[in-house]
DNA sequence: GTTCACTATTTTGCATTCATTTTTTGTCAT
DNA sequence: ATGACAAAAAATGAATGCAAAATAGTGAAC
């Protein structure tokens, strides 16, 4: 085994050459994101190299365009650069998990505060909406459902919010925990499920009041409660994992 | 006159040849950060093509990795690509102004929050010593020291949040609109700067009794108020300015 | 004198090429 | 077999080349 990218056999396999069909006049923009969806989605196992000419192949692009985009996800902080080594995958350690559930945190406080002082009331409904949509999940223990109506409440807080560039900054952070959130489900905790369901309800409750400073404290610690289970789950990853050494 | 970059005279004089010392394996490194200071700096104006050609020249490089330097800044927000066209300098019109201070703002915030978990009395300490020169420059009616240590007091509190990601993404945001702060002398306003030696002290006084929710309040409403000064101040740019149209 | 059409020049985006550095492979001695 | 060393292969980083697009320049028509 050599390649660190799983070989489908077929050489040439780009793995969405439209799908989301978002068009990009540069094919530097195309392939940034291209190249972003396939590590975040975790083509490429963390900390292993970048191959570059492989990548060009699969895209059908020089290596040009392809190094810049390697260069902003760089950046972005989603791979790291080595000197005269390439690009690897980063790997978040759990101090920098930490570090990115904060300052997530500190994001969806702020987009809370934000949204308060002009969210309507047709927006507050829609995320009730989404919150017994979220609860009907949870009483059918519907695991992927609730996890997405939780997304999507999170992102039409911040979307209330009216800040672009707040909203680009959440995306990106988010992308880069992207995975390791998928992998913490958490919601194996019968426990946390609940709490996470009572959190939610407060922050409804101080949405409709339009209670900037409590809602932004009720988020904060909502996603620190979120850091604290998915860093827990990352301590004992698997029930059937061997002892390491 | 053709040019949209002051021309000096000698065709190649690169900016920081290393000014700062600091050293970057990679040429594309180097001119990363050469770039973004030339352009944060504003050696070119805003809304004016990046000339390729020129920048090349005058760093000594070829158009390869003053591309790729190219697109890290886009990502960055602080130029923009054109499809066909290169790239400008970004225009940051008031809303993007307003957006800025406000994520700002939600990171100050936050890095106060986080601060009061583990800030030591010694940092406190260091803090206040700022406090207190600033306020020796508040009394000379000094703007310059008095914005330096204005400067280094957020800073501080931002080191004292232990949070890299949250000190990375604080000086990109930070970088976007060093330009406008400068400009933005709001300082000339007396009210308004007495109005933030007030809010520095609350800042102080609940960083002293790790009063994290409340002092997560008053860095908002500080970081605000500044936001209103300065909008306010590009409202009406200069004392002499001739009527627009 | 202004406006439109057409050509020439420049600029841009990407592919290709080249010099180094790193990594792998191969050989030989221990 | 194992390790050290050397050569070969591959990769990286940056420069150059080339086709397409955009801009500037020129002149004719109104």
Wanted: aromatic residues 6%.
């Amino acid at each position: 085994m050599k390649s660190t990218i799983p070989d489908t056999g077929v050489p040439i396999a780009p793995p969405a050459a439209n799908g989301g069909d978002r068009q990009e006049a540069s094919l530097h923009g195309e392939i940034l994101l291209r190249l972003r969806d396939y590590v975040v989605e975790g083509n490429i196992p963390e900390g292993a190299r970048v191959p570059e000419r492989q990548l060009c192949e699969m895209f059908g692009i020089s290596r040009t365009p392809l190094r810049e985009a390697l260069k902003v996800l760089a950046a972005e902080g989603l791979i790291e650069l080595l000197p005269n080594r390439g690009a690897r995958v980063r790997q978040l350690g759990q101090r920098d998990l930490e570090e990115l559930f904060d300052v997530m945190a500190g994001l969806e406080s702020l987009a809370g505060r934000l949204a308060c002082e002009t969210i309507t009331d047709a927006e507050i409904t829609a995320i009730e909406q989404l919150h017994y949509e979220m609860y009907g999940h949870y009483l059918h223990r519907d695991m992927h459902g609730y996890f997405q109506a939780n997304q999507r409440i999170h992102e039409s807080i911040v979307a209330a919010a009216r800040n672009e560039t707040l909203k680009t900054a959440y995306a990106n952070f988010a992308g880069r925990i992207r995975r390791v959130r998928y992998s913490a489900n958490f919601a194996r905790k019968r426990q946390r499920w609940a709490e996470a369901m009572r959190e939610h309800e407060a922050i409804l409750d101080a949405l409709r009041r339009r209670a900037a400073s409590e809602l932004s404290d009720i988020l904060f610690q909502h996603l620190r409660n979120k850091r604290a289970a998915a860093i827990e789950h990352l301590a004992e990853p698997e029930e059937n994992a061997p002892a390491s050494p």
